[in-house]
């Protein structure tokens, strides 16, 4: 067989999309035997759409989603367009919220028609000392879907829930596959609710789930799995995903993401598939062969 060098190999991987930052990064990347992902935007689409709007007893649909989409819009995050987009298309008329704040990794509150609204998660209504009540079971039937439900609190109540879902990209199924075929443990860690990761997972064959971590929190698991002994890679395209692709032995950045996260990652996947994942690996274990 011909040798493949480091240049060529490099080579090789731009032309398909998988840009390789130096001779570091491959070397690294053929002694990985861990794979951390991210979820939204990694494993998914990041272009989440409204499915439902489950409003409490004492409100209505179109009042709930009101007020979840007016808030929305001084946020930037994918939940949040999500749910601006489908009160457009539903026909609502939003208003603009004031005092709005948002919370990393729980939510978003402010004042919206003078009445205190905040939207998000367990651990932002946990936060207020508020429970879901009623509203958990159905909440339940939606994370068990692979939906991420957040709540609408209204004057301290919570008035309802909207659920929105993020579509598995096409290609995630069969690089997962290749990649468990290739020896990876494969580790989901995502910022979201943990029944809609084990859902997802589930799904995808993913042998273990961070889930409900804060963004802080990747980089303390990549960290702790490195101190237990492991190779560890880290995929992820959010910002909240730059410092674990800095702190892992190669950071693999999707080309569809946020700058940050492509500098400070070994490798980008200029396509923001994961099948890239695999023939970097391939192109790794081509070159270092060779090379001994
Ligand atoms: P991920 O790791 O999935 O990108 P984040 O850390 O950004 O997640 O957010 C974690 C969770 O916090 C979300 O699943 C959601 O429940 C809640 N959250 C964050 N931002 C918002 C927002 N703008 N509106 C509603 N909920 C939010
Ligand atoms: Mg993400």
Redo the contacts with the bound molecule.
């Keep these: 067989a011909t040798p493949m060098s480091i240049m060529t190999a490099t080579g090789r991987g731009a032309q398909a999309g998988v840009l390789i930052k130096n001779a570091e990064a491959l070397e690294q990347f053929e002694k990985v035997d861990t794979l951390i992902v991210?979820?939204?935007?990694?494993l998914t689409e990041?272009k989440p759409t409204l499915v439902a709007v489950l409003p409490e007893a004492a409100h209505g649909e179109a009042e709930v989603l009101r007020l979840a989409a007016s808030l929305e819009r001084g946020s930037e995050h994918p939940l949040a367009e999500a749910i601006v987009r489908g009160a457009e298309e539903r026909g609502a008329d939003m208003v603009t919220a004031t005092d709005f704040e948002a919370i990393t990794g729980k939510g978003v509150k402010g004042v919206v028609d003078g009445k205190q609204v905040a939207l998000g998660n367990r651990a932002l209504i946990t936060d207020m000392g508020l429970e879901g009540g009623d509203l958990i079971e159905k909440a339940n039937l939606h994370r068990d879907e692979g939906e991420t439900v957040m709540f609408v609190v209204l004057d301290g109540k919570i008035a309802g829930l909207v659920s929105v879902a993020d579509p598995v990209k096409e290609t995630t199924p069969a690089a997962l596959k290749a990649l468990h075929e290739l020896g990876f443990r494969i580790i989901m860690a995502t910022g979201d609710n943990e029944r809609t990761a084990k859902a997802i997972g589930a799904r995808l064959g993913i042998d273990e789930i961070r889930a409900d971590v804060l963004p802080e929190d990747k980089a303390r698991i990549v960290r702790e799995l490195q101190e237990a002994g492991a190779k560890v890679a880290m995929a992820?395209?959010?910002v909240?995903?730059a410092p674990a692709l800095a702190q892992a032995d190669v950071g693999i950045a999707m080309g569809t993401?946020a700058d940050v996260a492509i500098e400070s990652a070994g490798i980008t996947l200029l396509k923001g598939n994961l099948d890239g994942i695999v023939r970097a690996r391939r192109l790794a274990s081509a070159t270092m062969r060779n090379i001994r």
Excluded: L, R, S, V
Excluded at 38 to 42: A, H, L, P, S, V
């Design positions: 991210d979820k939204t935007g990694t990041g992820g395209d959010g909240n995903d993401g």
